[in-house]
Nanobody, 122 residues
Framework: VQLQAFGGGLVQAGDSLRLSCAAS????????MGWFRQAPGKEREFVAT????????KYADSVKGRFTISRDDAQNTGYLQMNSLKPEDTAVYYC????????????????WGQGTLVTVSR
């Protein structure tokens, strides 16, 4: 599976942004998808994940209630809707995919897209 994330940009605190992750190649619909982010000088951290059938989702505590992960397998695309953005959400966001169930563990993901930068100003 090849993944390409896009939709990042510069927004103000409180704004919303939707990231997209376009998939091609292997059967994306049979894979769980996740979003991770990496702020300057920090480790890449888990943000959200959704199961292959869209039924199971998990979120990092820091984004719970503000971010929503979803997928449209007909379009081979995953999404991360980000609302009420905060300056601490500033990071490069990466989408990833894996076989089998959801996971919050970065190393369990096999497929990675390039990152898209989200900058939230005060």
């Amino acid at each position: 599976v090849q993944l390409q994330a896009f939709g990042g940009g510069l927004v103000q605190a409180g704004d919303s942004l939707r990231l997209s992750c376009a998939a091609s190649g292997d059967t994306f619909s049979m894979k769980s998808m996740g979003w991770f982010r990496q702020a300057p000088g920090k480790e890449r951290e888990f943000v959200a994940t959704v199961s292959w059938n869209g039924i199971t989702t998990k979120y990092a505590d820091s984004v719970k209630g503000r971010f929503t992960i979803s997928r449209d397998d007909a379009q081979n695309t995953g999404y991360l809707q980000m609302n009420s953005l905060k300056p601490e959400d500033t990071a490069v966001y990466y989408c990833a995919a894996k076989d089998f169930g959801v996971s919050v563990v970065r190393s369990s993901y096999t497929y990675w897209g390039q990152g898209t930068l989200v900058t939230v100003s005060r």
